[in-house]
């Protein structure tokens, strides 16, 4: 029998989680906002405060899997601005691959 090692995944099970929401296909075009983003980790176990969430987002964003914009297109920008997360081709397919890990 020949065994083929799979690689392990880069994501962590919060970033996956994440990455896993932002690709969700109920999101429109626009992505999710932060205070959506913090809702989803809550319902799924993970309460997490404001600056941890950031670090999170700050280390997806450095890795390519995760753009933000204050506001998207097509939006009108208020006083009090918001970070938009979308999920990066690189992100999906990141995700993919950590899902595939996980069901092997």
Do not use: I
């Amino acid at each position: 029998m020949d065994y083929q090692p799979v690689p392990l995944p880069t994501l962590t099970h919060l970033q996956a989680l994440v990455c896993w929401a932002l690709h969700s296909p109920h999101w429109e075009g626009d992505g999710l906002a932060v205070r959506d983003l913090l809702a989803v980790l809550k319902r799924h176990g993970e309460d997490m405060r404001e600056s941890a969430f950031y670090q999170l987002m700050q280390r997806l964003e450095g890795a390519g899997y995760v753009t933000s914009e204050t506001a998207p297109r097509g939006r009108r920008r208020t006083r009090l601005l918001s970070r938009w997360f979308r999920l990066t081709r690189d992100g999906r397919e990141e995700l993919t691959r950590t899902l595939d890990f996980y069901k092997a």
